[in-house]
DNA sequence: TTAGAATATTCCTTGACAGGAATATTCGGT
DNA sequence: ACCGAATATTCCTGTCAAGGAATATTCTAA
């Protein structure tokens, strides 16, 4: 009866949690660029960018177009309409109207005091 | 000239960047919890719950309040609403609005022959 | 103070993964 | 057919982190 798997994408988040490449996922968001333009910008080595465009790319949130030679790397909108959903169904939370804890401190205290006085 | 810092904490993103921390995370979604139950409802041994909690807790992601013997996990919303502003970045992303593969090529042309001559 | 419940911490082992260096591949131009 | 540019892949190594098991800590109650 629980629910075991997440609402998000765990590819995704795994992608976007490593310094260079959520660098290049920014440096995307003003449009497509090729490897080489991104190795450069972030100050890394060819091979490092292509591996790390590969770990992007496999979890969805890249996708690529070829140009002779070169590889045109570009976002794609499915994954961060994805995790915009996911962000939104926190918006109780977002909002702090969870602050209630004190009814739940009480919850809990009834569940253990067998009925005292009245 | 390089924005060498990502616009969102990467200590957030490495934090949800984990099955069970993940599956925390939405299960205190509807409300603040005790490692007893969280560990429960997820079917983990109480110190891996209280390893995960430690490190959402040290990524700003959670907050606890002590209750006697227990300790009552709940979300903060400044996280969220930091990942939410970030999400919100990528909405120009997120409309599709960047399909104009064939204008970049263009430009990487003009950018060649421009180059050459000098 | 002792017992027991709830939680945190430590130690260990193992697998994943990032970076470096070198090499392989693919393509256009000549 | 060759060369050089752009990109991908492989191998190696060190580091980090997750899970298991055991133990330590903290608190309440009696």
Same mark, same amino acid.
């Given at each position: 009866?629980?629910?075991?798997?997440?609402?998000? #994408?765990?590819?995704? !988040?795994?992608?976007? /949690? &490593?310094? $260079? +490449?959520?660098?290049?996922?920014?440096?995307?968001?003003?449009?497509?660029?090729?490897?080489?333009?991104?190795?450069?910008?972030?100050?890394?080595?060819?091979?490092?960018?292509?591996?790390?465009?590969?770990?992007?790319? #496999?979890?969805?949130? !890249?996708?690529?177009? /070829? &140009?002779? $030679? +070169?590889?045109?790397?570009?976002?794609?909108?499915?994954?961060?309409?994805?995790?915009?959903?996911?962000?939104?169904?926190?918006?109780?939370?977002?909002?702090?109207?969870?602050?209630?804890?004190?009814?739940?401190?009480?919850?809990?205290?009834?569940?253990?005091?067998?009925?005292?006085?009245?």
């Amino acid at each position: 009866m629980t629910a075991d798997n997440p609402g998000i #994408d765990l590819t995704m !988040l795994h992608a976007l /949690a &490593d310094p $260079n +490449r959520v660098l290049i996922v920014e440096l995307l968001r003003d449009g497509p660029l090729t490897v080489g333009e991104i190795a450069e910008r972030l100050g890394l080595r060819q091979p490092q960018a292509s591996k790390h465009l590969k770990v992007l790319n #496999d979890s969805g949130v !890249l996708e690529v177009k /070829a &140009d002779a $030679n +070169r590889r045109i790397y570009k976002l794609r909108p499915e994954p961060f309409q994805a995790l915009d959903s996911w962000v939104k169904s926190f918006r109780h939370v977002m909002e702090d109207r969870f602050d209630n804890l004190e009814g739940y401190l009480r919850e809990l205290q009834n569940k253990k005091t067998t009925t005292l006085e009245e």
